[in-house]
């Protein structure tokens, strides 16, 4: 199966200024391959002399000087669930080399699994500036290391004559609410993101929406968990959500792709240096293929 993004899911790839996407998963469909298709989208640079991308979002041999050091786009990302192997393996399916978007300055992955729960070797392999790993799991810590991380990419000098364009993804900051609950609240949590999206283009935020996290809420952890999710539901302005089809397992559909707005859409405000594409509600089915290719197509197609 053809890993080129979906045309369906395309529309919704870029991000309009100060927005915040969310992500959300529930056990059996998980946003991993969505979340992929954004890195990609963000991370794509023309592969001809010419300027003129070849269709695959991929990096290529021949580069233009946006490909190279100093891009007008770069992407933070820090992943609370999985570490940097896991995203490299993905990424490349789609023909990104995430190895080159960190030699070339426009991207710094954070770690924020193994390092809070796996002591540091003795004799650590020397990493580049842009493969980060936290190391303490205090709130004040991660929000200097990530104001750290987007001040240090956004001081490189563009090529282009506007400015920077830093694009922030927090994989999964559920899990590390779950992780740290005795210490750390929601509000917390959601202060230090609106803190960090003052100083970028756009977020793009991961979550898990399971049933029993959001409507049971009997623990302090599950309000705690609802309360997270909730209150970034309201600060987005979209919503893409993943769920397992209600009739069961099929063996040509993966699950059910829904899109709505959320809490801080504006009727009629289109993107200023995008398409400028209003966001429509829609619900689509998808496939997601060994090969990591994915489907996404309209009920009864």
């Known amino acids: 199966m053809s890993t080129r993004t979906p045309h ?6 870029p991000l309009s200024p100060s927005s915040l996407t969310l992500l959300t998963s529930v056990l059996g469909a998980t946003t991993n391959w969505l979340l992929l298709r954004f890195l990609a989208h963000h991370l794509a640079r023309p592969t001809g002399s010419d300027g003129d991308s070849d269709g695959d979002g991929g990096y290529g041999e021949a580069v233009d000087d946006r490909a190279r050091k100093g891009g007008d786009k770069a992407v933070v990302f820090v992943s609370f669930m999985r570490d940097y192997a896991f995203w490299k393996e993905g990424a490349a399916r789609l023909g990104v080399d995430l190895d080159l ?3 070339q ?3 710094i992955f954070i770690d924020g699994l193994t390092g809070l729960f796996v002591p540091a070797p003795r004799k650590a ?3 580049p500036s842009g493969r980060r790993t936290l190391r303490s799991g205090k709130l004040a810590d991660i929000r200097t290391e990530l104001d750290r991380a987007v001040d240090d990419i956004g001081s490189v000098q563009s090529n282009s004559a506007v400015n920077r364009k830093i694009v922030l993804i927090i994989d999964q900051p559920d899990s590390y609410l779950a992780m740290t609950s ?3 609240t929601p509000g917390q949590i959601t202060d230090m993101i609106i803190s960090l999206r003052e100083k970028v283009h756009a977020a793009i935020l991961t979550m898990a929406v399971d049933e029993p996290l959001i409507e049971s809420q009997s623990t302090t952890l599950e309000r705690c968990h609802a309360s997270l999710a909730l209150s970034t ?4 302005r979209l919503v893409l959500s993943l769920r397992r089809l209600d009739t069961g397992v099929a063996t040509d559909v993966s699950g059910v792709l829904r899109i709505t707005r959320g809490g801080a859409y504006e009727e009629g405000i289109e993107k200023e240096d995008e398409e400028g594409e209003e966001v429509e509600a829609h619900e689509y089915l ?5 090969d990591g290719g994915v489907k996404i197509f309209e009920r009864g197609q």
């Open 101 to 103: 978007a960190i030699n």
């Open 8 to 13: 369906l899911l395309e529309p919704y790839l």
């Open 125 to 127: 392999t020397p990493q």
């Open 182 to 184: 005795s210490q750390n």
């Open 233 to 236: 539901a309201h600060e987005a």
């Open 286 to 290: 998808y496939f997601v293929a060994q």
């Open 105 to 107: 300055e426009t991207l």
